[in-house]
Each structure stands twice: as C-alpha cells, then as structure tokens.
C-alpha cells in the first residue's frame, strides 16, 4: 500500500514567520532563513503525529487487489477508483460498487462484489480523493510553535553531559486528542 498526498503545506502557511519570531522571542533577522525550516519542520511532524493535513489537497493510495481499505489520514471525499482488468486495461470503478466511510477516523473504504484485477501487477487498483482542512485547531497550532521553539534551542537530538538523554517535551500530550489511529 502506497499512500501520497499530491502538496504538504509549507509551514509559513500554518504558522506565519513573524507569529513564530514573536514566540521566540527573535527580533532580528539573522536566522529567518532557519527558522522558516524549522516551521516547516514543525508542521510536517504534527502532521505526520496526527494523521491530519493542514492543507486541502488530493491524494492517491495504491494497493494491490480489491479489499477493505484504511485510509491513514482524514479525509473529505473518494472522488474515484481505478483499477486495471484482467487485460490489463484501467477502468473506473463505478460508484455503486464502493462504499466510503469518512466520518469514521481513520476514513474506510469496501467493496461490493469488486471485478476481478489483472493477476501479475502490483499497484492494481488506485484510490484518489481530497483532504485536508483550511486550519488547524488552536492547540496543535501552539504545540507547533513549542516544537519549533524546542528545536530552535536544542539544534541535536540529544544533550551529552556527564550523561546522554532525550530532551522531555510535553506536545504529545497536546497532540494525541487530535491523533487518528487505526483501531485494526
């Protein structure tokens, strides 16, 4: 299973820099350049954590034959299946022939009675849709900010002293109300 989402938000789009040199407390404009990475950064691990996308965009999942599908973020809308036949020809689907679940975090895809697909190809069947929302709830747009702050202060994964150990951040417990995890 393959599953690409066609455009990331870039930070700046979720988190102006002016927002976040504020937070940080950075009044000149020496590391802009940085920061804005670290925005970037920032989003795209939020994102990843919670399954959701801060931008509304398309995406593509392939898998191989028909069968009851999880979509791994949250969705709006299947806007069509392709697959290829047994002559190895694509064909569209008809709507009647799959049921979509979006409500239902992670999305669910099944089939009725699904055509059968060409035997010796991987990828046979594809899923595209849309997701994304225009903006992200307040407190995932502040755990953001704290993990850009964190990675603006501590620029290496690890802090080496007498002893090596992991810098403790508390966003997961910001994040994990918004998480979307397959009960599966």
Request: charged fraction near 20%; hydrophobic fraction near 35%.
């Amino acid at each position: 299973m393959k599953f690409t989402i066609t455009a990331q938000p870039t930070g700046t789009d979720i988190i102006s820099l002016a927002d976040m040199k504020e937070f940080l407390r950075v009044d000149y404009t020496d590391e802009d350049v940085t920061i804005t990475a670290l925005i970037d950064s920032a989003v795209q691990y939020v994102q990843n954590y919670t399954g959701l996308h801060f931008k509304l965009t398309t995406f593509v999942m392939n898998i191989d034959y028909f069968h009851y599908v999880e979509i791994p973020s949250k969705i709006i809308s299947v806007t069509g299946v392709t697959y290829y036949d047994t002559a190895n020809q694509v064909q569209t689907l008809d709507t009647s022939k799959y049921y979509t679940d979006t409500s239902h975090e992670p999305a669910r895809v099944s089939f009725i009675t699904p055509p059968d697909t060409f035997d010796d190809r991987y990828n046979a069947v594809t899923i595209s849709g849309t997701l994304g929302e225009n903006t992200p709830a307040p407190p995932l747009v502040h755990a953001m900010k704290m993990l850009c702050a964190h990675y603006y202060e501590n620029r290496r994964a690890v802090v080496v002293g007498a002893m090596s150990s992991k810098i403790p951040l508390g966003i997961e417990n910001i994040l994990n109300p918004y998480r979307i995890i397959s009960l599966k």
